[in-house]
Each structure stands twice: as C-alpha cells, then as structure tokens.
C-alpha cells in the first residue's frame, strides 16, 4: 500500500492487513470500540455497553484484570437473547472488552468486521467510516510526526486532556471545537507542523486514540 492508496482507502480490513504487527495494543482496540459504539442503539442489553466502556478504560490503564475479565463474562449474557444482525453487534461488543493485554490484529479486524455487518450505525457507509476513524488513530504512516518537547506547553496539555477526557456520548466523539482551541495553542506554542494543525482544525469524526491528541498526551 503506498501513501495515496493509505489517503484514500474505504477498506479497513486492508488498512488493518497493511499496518499488522506495527500497531500498539492501546490504538487496535480504541479503533475497534469505535466501530462498536456505531452499533450502540442496537444494544439494547447494558451489559453490551459495559462491555465497550471497559475496553475504553482497560485501554488505558484505568481498569484491573479481575474487572475487565468480569464485564467481559457478564456480556455473554446477550448472546443467549439476540438473533441475526442483533447478534453481530453483540459479538462486536463483547470482543473489544475480550482480550487482556493481546488485543490482537485479528479481534481488531473481527470487532470492525461485526460492527459494520450490524447494518445499524449511525454512520451512513460502515467501512469506510472505520476508515476514516483508523486514519484518525494512526495519522499517516508515510509521514510521521516527530515531537518537539516545546510543544508541550502546561497550557496544550491541560487542553488535550480536556478534548481527550470531554466525548460526545453515546458515539464517542471528540468535541471538534476544544480540537481546534488546542490547535491555536499548539500554534502559539510554535508547532508549525501542517499536519498536526490541520487534523485537529478537520471536521472528523475524531475518537479516542487520534493521533495528535495522543502525541500531546504521550500516549501510545
């Protein structure tokens, strides 16, 4: 895959096949819970959407094994309930709170692969609105961005936690206004990257795990 296909590519699947073995734990399942929560008004059981909020936070850090593997067991409970595309968004919750520390290349892709199959997003195109959303976590391959510590200002940081911290919810989706704030800062700050500017000034949707939100926060 070279870098126009990277831009314009609708597959996921193809994208994910590309980047396999170069992603981090952390980024694979914030890309898949937000292919899961495009199905969230599909889940009509709370332990479905337990399920997506801990793998949020396990992803981060903020939740033990012994929780993560109990919300886990408790979102089987749907499967004995839900029939046909029901059943796939369930099985794509169930998957992005599934795996510990190994969250995998192939729970990513299955995670995605369900979601889109539920056929109740509120995304009009599944794939390649996870397309979108895996460019958004990943940024551009082609063209990393390397981090000058001076951008770190306390003032760009309190506001990436703020935009990381404050979603709209159910979809997860990060407020594009406190994006573009940071934007200024991070221009006042002396960051004249054009790629960083201008992915945080784009109209989106960003989601948890957007790259130069990330770089802010010194997340991986």
Request: aromatic letters at 8%; proline letters at 6%.
């Amino acid at each position: 895959m070279d870098e126009a296909l990277w831009l314009g590519c609708t597959d996921p699947e193809q994208m994910l096949a590309f980047l396999e073995g170069k992603l981090s734990t952390r980024k694979q399942r914030f890309f898949a819970c937000a292919c899961v929560r495009s199905a969230w008004r599909l889940l009509r059981d709370s332990r479905s959407h337990k399920a997506i909020e801990i793998g949020e936070r396990y992803a981060d850090g903020l939740v033990d094994e012994n929780e993560r593997h109990a919300v886990c067991e408790a979102a089987w409970g749907p499967y004995g309930t839900e029939r046909g595309l029901f059943l796939q968004a369930v099985r794509a919750a169930h998957t992005v709170a599934e795996s510990s520390l190994s969250f995998s290349h192939k729970e990513t892709v299955y995670a995605a692969r369900w979601a889109a199959a539920t056929k109740g997003w509120s995304a009009p195109a599944p794939r390649p609105a996870q397309a979108a959303w895996l460019r958004d976590v990943i940024g551009n391959p082609y063209r990393p961005v390397v981090l000058d510590p001076a951008w770190r200002t306390h003032t760009v940081i309190a506001l990436a936690q703020a935009a990381y911290d404050d979603r709209s919810l159910p979809s997860g989706t990060l407020d594009p206004d406190r994006l573009a704030v940071l934007a200024d800062a991070l221009e006042d700050a002396g960051c004249d990257n054009a790629d960083v500017l201008s992915h945080l000034r784009g109209p989106g949707p960003h989601v948890r795990g957007c790259w130069p939100l990330d770089l802010m926060l010194a997340k991986r």
